[in-house]
């Protein structure tokens, strides 16, 4: 995960009609950072968590190795760094993911 990467995620959310409303730290454990995301019109919520368990340490979001949406249990995204290649097949897919959420709450 690079900052390029975070904004890309953050632009991905804010095209299918979500933006960040608030960050907050991780839990020093397994939890980098938190997005709470939010909709224009407040009718709804989405929490993004950034996987950053290591060795001895939580990882800083920049180095983080995956994020899960927390209202959408099949929602998550590997931020690969063995296989660049995946990186925009990955992205679609979780793109994808966030549109049927928004459909299926008639958004």
């Known amino acids: ?10 632009s991905l959310f804010a095209r299918n009609h979500w933006i960040v ?11 980098s950072a938190v997005w709470h995301l939010k909709r ?3 009718t709804g919520t989405l929490t993004v968590e950034f996987q950053g368990f290591d060795d001895l340490v939580c990882l800083p979001i920049e180095k983080s190795y995956g ?3 927390l209202q959408i249990p099949e929602c998550g995204l590997y931020f690969s760094r063995v296989n660049h290649a995946r990186w925009p097949t990955d992205l679609e897919t979780f793109e994808a993911q966030i549109r049927m959420f928004n459909q299926s709450q008639g958004w």
């Open 1 to 10: 995960m690079t900052i390029a990467h975070l904004e890309i995620l953050e």
């Open 21 to 31: 409303d608030r960050r907050e730290e991780g839990d020093d454990y397994r939890i």
């Open 40 to 42: 224009p019109d407040g």
């Open 67 to 69: 994020c899960d949406v």
